[in-house]
């Protein structure tokens, strides 16, 4: 679910939530997950906690480790999500069950992410580990809603991030996804624009 190479930020263990690109989530009465012996209120849940509709479709599921992705009907294991095991999760779900998006939060970052119906959208993550860190934006191209989500490519459109290593940078791509525009702002506060060609070549650089 989200390519984790796209920044210095994604490069420190992205938290990834988004259902498609790791190919998850199910779909209004109340599934509880299994309540403890040592639970005085009813309402709190062990490990998880879903809201059904009343056809028994997930709409929300709430856990406490990285939950499996409900998609095109097809529920998928947990491991083929990005992202830390351990985390608190929220996932939200169409009326259909699909993952749409949803919350991640862990001790080394937090992400909240929209979905496209057959992949990731729109991303906004913070990452950081001992004192180095940051935070991005990352959209990705829509590509056809109708492929298949083992096929589906959702191509990086544009990425904005603040990273205690790489500085502050806007990315605008083309529907390929290759890197057209850099604008970036150095640590040292040296400013730089580049335009690149469809290989990655500099064209022009102020």
Same mark, same amino acid.
């Given at each position: 679910?989200?390519?984790?190479?796209?920044?210095?930020?994604?490069?420190?263990?992205?938290?990834?939530?988004?259902?498609?690109?790791?190919?998850?989530?199910?779909?209004?009465?109340?599934?509880?997950?299994?309540?403890?012996?040592?639970?005085?209120?009813?309402?709190?849940?062990?490990?998880?906690?879903?809201?059904?509709?009343?056809?028994?479709?997930?709409?929300?599921?709430?856990?406490?480790?990285?939950?499996?992705?409900?998609?095109?009907?097809?529920?998928?294991?947990?491991?083929?999500?990005?992202?830390?095991? @351990?985390?608190? %999760? /929220?996932?939200?779900? &169409?009326?259909? $069950?699909?993952?749409?998006?949803?919350?991640?939060? +862990?001790? #080394? *970052?937090?992400?909240?992410?929209?979905?496209?119906?057959?992949?990731?959208?729109?991303?906004?993550?913070?990452?950081?580990?001992?004192?180095?860190?940051?935070?991005?934006?990352?959209?990705?191209?829509?590509?056809?809603?109708?492929?298949?989500?083992?096929?589906?490519?959702?191509?990086?459109?544009?990425?904005?991030?603040?990273?205690?290593? @790489?500085?502050? %940078? /806007?990315?605008?791509? &083309?529907?390929? $996804?290759?890197?057209?525009?850099?604008?970036?702002? +150095?640590? #040292? *506060?040296?400013?730089?624009?580049?335009?690149?060609?469809?290989?990655?070549?500099?064209?022009?650089?102020?």
């Amino acid at each position: 679910m989200g390519d984790e190479s796209r920044s210095g930020l994604t490069n420190r263990r992205a938290v990834i939530v988004g259902s498609a690109a790791a190919v998850a989530g199910v779909g209004v009465g109340v599934g509880v997950g299994r309540l403890t012996e040592a639970d005085e209120d009813p309402s709190t849940a062990e490990s998880s906690f879903t809201v059904v509709d009343r056809r028994g479709t997930q709409r929300f599921l709430l856990a406490t480790k990285k939950p499996p992705i409900i998609l095109g009907g097809k529920t998928y294991p947990a491991q083929t999500r990005g992202g830390p095991d @351990e985390c608190s %999760a /929220l996932v939200f779900n &169409d009326e259909n $069950g699909d993952e749409k998006g949803g919350i991640v939060a +862990a001790s #080394d *970052g937090a992400l909240v992410a929209l979905d496209y119906p057959n992949g990731d959208a729109i991303h906004l993550q913070t990452s950081w580990q001992d004192k180095a860190g940051g935070a991005a934006l990352v959209i990705t191209h829509i590509g056809d809603p109708t492929t298949p989500i083992e096929e589906a490519k959702h191509p990086l459109a544009v990425q904005l991030s603040a990273d205690t290593e @790489e500085g502050t %940078a /806007l990315t605008l791509c &083309d529907p390929q $996804g290759r890197p057209r525009i850099k604008l970036r702002v +150095a640590m #040292d *506060g040296t400013p730089s624009i580049a335009i690149l060609d469809e290989h990655g070549g500099v064209v022009r650089e102020l």
